[in-house]
């Protein structure tokens, strides 16, 4: 069984910083996409930024600039680093994890964790 376990979130003033962490444990296979999601409420979820086992990293429009995505293997950690955090990111944020490198353009994920709640105010 595959489990992500996010950490980090918080509330930051606009302009500030946060660092997301997701822990995945139980995941076995050598090929990966890791990525983080968010849902805000009454808006569907949508994709922030993923990278794979090459190291290829994607990011949505609205953050890139600001996020950075990044994998501690050593630490079997996935980063997202966020600077310059506007009152449109405020959210609940999620990571996942796929074996298919591909998973990122298809927005489609088979492990999910619970999610780290993000809170910007002005």
């Known amino acids: 069984q595959v489990y992500l376990v996010e950490s980090g979130g918080g509330s930051v003033q606009a302009g500030g910083s946060l660092t997301l962490s997701c822990v995945p444990s139980?995941?076995?296979?050598?090929?990966?996409?890791m990525a983080w999601f968010r849902q805000a409420p009454g808006k569907e979820r949508e994709g922030v930024a993923a990278?794979?086992?090459?190291?290829?990293?994607n990011y949505a429009d609205s953050v890139k600039g600001r996020f950075t995505i990044s994998v501690e293997s050593a630490k079997n950690l996935l980063l997202l680093q966020m600077n310059n955090l506007k009152p449109e990111d405020p959210a609940m944020y999620y990571c996942?994890?796929?074996?298919?490198?591909?998973?990122?353009?298809?927005?489609?994920?088979?492990?999910w964790g619970q999610g780290t709640q993000v809170t910007v105010s002005s």
């Open positions: 990278i794979d086992d090459f190291g290829t990293a």
């Open positions: 139980g995941y076995t296979y050598g090929s990966y996409c």
């Open positions: 996942a994890i796929d074996q298919d490198r591909r998973s990122w353009h298809f927005g489609e994920f088979d492990y």
